[in-house]
């Protein structure tokens, strides 16, 4: 059987198509930055090789005597040195000049459904740059722009369920951005992999795009409203934020703006008929806070507000729940006619709904 290189093999994605290449008997190469991520794949016969392919040296040494090339490099957060910049189009570039070098021809990329020339998101811009140096490079490309994957370990649904609940959300309020319209066509990580695999070998996929995008299409204020009653929270929905700045109001009040009369209070002395009323107050107020947050509250924010806002609490906090390019990004619907490929790759969709329990099973132990 044929050698295959998987980039981005330890990763969510990767591990699925690294089982499933194995299981169908191919031999299997995996690169890493770190040994210590393949501990789900450590039973398997693959052959691991750890190091930065940002470094042309070792993507020559990963491309070396194999056979073709799945190439799903990839980061939805910038952090530190790595740059969407540096992750997308250097590291892709350098796959695409070792896999020349090495004499490999099959390459299979990883983009996202969005990517295109003059996007308004950083992540697709640079895609876009790397899926024009894939289809520039004379190799047997395919191109893969999946939607929202989705499956047991994914980012998108451990995101939202942690920004749902304590201590993530101490209010337990969530922005609903443009009051969560836009749409999403979730796929499943299996599906994602199958037509990986299967596109390998077929040359009718040669120097193609294919999006994959799932059988059903929600709005992102679905998708939420499907995790919470999963979870059988309770929740509002308010278009004019009145219990939402009720709450904050509270907070405030119980936990600063009381606090602090009372350390005023003890350090000036005050007269000792001040303690009855002021502490009574401050457990009744403490009391209706308490009973406050019994339920979600889902609020519209319009993005011209939240885009700001998102920014600031990028600059204070070390890993946010929510970026801004995220936002720029769930503004934007992300859905397509995956028909083609479909039925080129035979691939039978499985979906979100069906999923969904045993992933929030999965995140909530």
């Not at 501990?39 to 052959?47: D, F, R, W």
């Not at 640079?126 to 370990?153: C, H, M, Y």
């Not at 339920?295 to 204070?316: D, T």
Request: hydrophobic letters at 45%; a positive charge; one cysteine or more.
């Amino acid at each position: 059987m044929a050698t295959i290189l998987v980039t981005g093999g330890t990763g969510f994605i990767g591990k699925s198509v690294v089982k499933l290449l194995c299981q169908l008997g191919y031999k299997v190469r995996v690169s890493t930055r770190n040994l210590k991520q393949i501990k789900a794949l450590y039973e398997l016969p693959c052959e691991f090789l750890e190091g930065d392919l940002s470094d042309l040296s070792f993507a020559r040494k990963c491309s070396s005597g194999i056979d073709a090339v799945i190439h799903l490099v990839g980061i939805i957060v910038e952090q530190g040195q790595d740059t969407f910049k540096k992750v997308h189009v250097q590291i892709t570039k350098n796959m695409i000049q070792a896999s020349k070098e090495n004499g490999v021809k099959r390459f299979l990329h990883m983009s996202a459904l969005g990517t295109r020339p003059n996007a308004r998101s950083r992540y697709h811009q640079t895609k876009w740059t790397a899926e024009e140096l894939v289809r520039n490079s004379e190799l047997d490309w395919t191109i893969f722009q999946p939607s929202v994957v989705f499956g047991i370990g994914d980012d998108f649904t451990k995101r939202l369920y942690k920004m749902l609940f304590f201590p993530n959300n101490p209010l337990l309020l969530f922005p609903l951005i443009d009051g969560g319209k836009s749409k999403l066509q979730p796929i499943f990580v299996e599906n994602v992999a199958e037509a990986f695999v299967r596109a390998i070998p077929n040359p009718n996929t040669f120097h193609k795009t294919y999006t994959l995008a799932g059988p059903e299409v929600y709005s992102l204020k679905e998708i939420l409203l499907m995790i919470l009653d999963l979870c059988q929270i309770p929740y509002k929905i308010e278009s004019f934020p009145f219990y939402t700045l009720s709450r904050i109001a509270m907070a405030l009040l119980s936990f600063l703006v009381y606090p602090l009369i009372g350390l005023k209070a003890l350090f000036e002395h005050w007269r000792g008929d001040f303690w009855a009323p002021y502490l009574l107050s401050w457990l009744f107020l403490s009391l209706l806070f308490r009973k406050s947050i019994e339920k979600r509250i889902l609020f519209n924010v319009p993005s011209s507000v939240a885009l700001p806002l998102a920014g600031i609490v990028e600059k204070l906090i070390k890993k946010p729940p929510i970026t801004k390019e995220m936002l720029v990004m769930l503004q934007e619907d992300s859905i397509a006619d995956s028909s083609e490929t479909i039925k080129e790759l035979d691939l039978q969709l499985v979906s979100f709904t069906t999923v969904l329990p045993d992933i929030i099973k999965a995140i909530a132990i």
